[in-house]
């Protein structure tokens, strides 16, 4: 039905920047929210940012005032800014948005494949 495809991953150096891009395909009628999440090796999935289709952020405080978030309604399209990054920012970053498909139907949780984002010290 849906899918969600992130691209913009890569390596960096620490104190690098890197903007991932989650863009969301298939039978939409709105996209509500859209959110960041990452997975360190051995840890939990955690949420890294969140949106919502009017604008409203929450970020983990672990990235807050480093990190942005960020839409695109028309092109149901995510984005997270990421500077200063860390070593521990480094973490699979899958993108999650709940969809609604019909005016109808009841909303649904999506996630991405994720990309990997690496950050060197």
């Known amino acids: 039905q849906v899918q969600l495809v992130e691209s913009g991953g890569g390596l960096v150096q620490a104190g690098g920047s890197l903007r991932l891009s989650c863009a969301a395909s298939g039978t939409i009628f709105n996209i509500k929210d859209m959110g960041w999440y990452r997975q360190a090796p051995g840890k939990q999935r955690e949420l890294v940012a969140g949106i919502t289709r009017g604008g409203s952020t929450n970020y983990a405080d672990s990235v807050k005032g480093r990190f942005t978030i960020s839409r695109d309604n028309a092109k149901n399209t995510a984005y997270l800014q990421m500077n200063s990054l860390k070593p521990e920012d480094t973490a699979v970053y899958y993108c999650?948005?709940?969809?609604?498909?019909?005016?109808?139907?009841?909303?649904?949780?999506?996630w991405g494949q994720g990309t990997q984002v690496t950050v060197s010290s």
């Open positions: 999650n948005a709940v969809v609604f498909t019909s005016r109808t139907y009841s909303d649904n949780n999506y």
